[in-house]
């Protein structure tokens, strides 16, 4: 699917679903001040998670608030939402866009930004503002300020709160491809960087342990994922291929974008402005193969490593 490149969107607004179509409704750039007073003032809700990057999300925000204030008084109301636990994002996103929110603004971590993404949705249908018409449509924006703040890797952003709010002042905005996973009896879950199954995804639940550690924590929950680690036969269907299997399967990741595990660039040649994913399959690894390969995944360059193969 074509998407028309922009550099470096600041807003992105998410596809309706999966990569089949996209939202007509994109909002026009913020204009400047004098326009701004003469129509309607967006109402952004920044969605925080405190206990990002082990407590420090939460110390940043409020040194930030501040400074978000004066550079966003002129274009919008903003409304600051502190999440209460796991999951609160999701139903917090959602109260949002149904109140008619023009922005919802994740504020932490690829965790908190996978749960905004999710309060997009309900049921597996976009979440519409309740009073509001038809053509209203709610962004999504991301201020990073988790431990690995992978997504925002891919379009080269870093954990400066204060380059972030530069974009969102610019308020340029872009369409952006969403993963969708279905499950036998669930209701339709998205993802917007890397769904991973097997090693990888345990590594990611045991990071969660080491997060005092930074970006380690990630190399830390891989070597505690392969004890006791079992490579497995799987059974995939790739782009309404036949099904096949493939031995001995570490991990496999499904890239909208390009990086996990705070710097590996899992899926190097993901794009997600594409409207297709890349799936990679790690084969037959130890967790020596995976030391010793370390280097390969966080250059991106582990895709002509035996054991290691990428279907798009
Ligand atoms: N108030 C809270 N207390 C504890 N956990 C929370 C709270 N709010 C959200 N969470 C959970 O914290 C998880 C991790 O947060 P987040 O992703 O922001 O930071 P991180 O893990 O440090 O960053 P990254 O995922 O980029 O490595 C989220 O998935 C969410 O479920």
């Not at 996209?22 to 004098?34: D, L, M, N």
């Amino acid at each position: 699917m074509a998407v028309p490149a922009t550099p470096r969107p600041s807003l992105i607004l998410p596809r309706a679903s999966s990569h089949a179509h996209s939202q007509s409704s994109a909002v026009g750039p913020i204009s400047g001040r004098a326009a701004a007073s003469r129509r309607h003032r967006g109402d952004f809700v920044f969605v925080v998670n405190p206990s990002g990057a082990n407590g420090r999300t939460g110390k940043q925000w409020k040194q930030l608030l501040p400074h978000l204030r004066t550079r966003l008084a002129d274009q919008c109301n903003i409304c600051e939402c502190i999440t209460s636990g796991p999951t609160d994002a999701v139903d917090v996103t959602r109260e949002a866009i149904e109140d008619g929110a023009d922005a919802v603004i994740a504020v932490g971590g690829d965790g908190t930004l996978h749960e905004v993404v999710n309060g997009f949705f309900s049921k597996g249908n976009p979440v519409r503002a309740l009073d509001q018409g038809p053509d209203h449509s709610a962004a999504l924006g991301l201020i990073p300020l988790g431990t690995g703040s992978d997504f925002a890797r891919t379009f080269g952003w870093t954990n400066n709160p204060h380059d972030a709010i530069d974009r969102i002042v610019r308020g340029v905005k872009s369409k952006l491809d969403i993963g969708m996973m279905v499950g036998p009896k669930r209701d339709p879950h998205f993802f917007v960087n890397v769904a991973d199954i097997h090693l990888s995804a345990k590594a990611g639940y045991f990071a969660s342990m080491y997060k005092r550690f930074g970006n380690l924590c990630y190399v830390f929950g891989a070597l505690r994922g392969f004890w006791g680690h079992n490579n497995r036969d799987l059974r995939i269907k790739v782009n309404e291929g036949e099904w096949k299997t493939v031995h001995n399967v570490t991990a496999l990741c499904i890239g909208n974008a390009k990086y996990f595990g705070g710097g590996m660039k899992i899926t190097p040649t993901a794009d997600p402005f594409s409207g297709s994913l890349e799936v990679v399959i790690l084969q037959d690894f130890k967790w020596y193969d995976f030391l010793l390969k370390l280097h390969r995944l966080y250059g991106g360059t582990h895709l002509s490593v035996n054991g290691v193969s990428s279907i798009r």
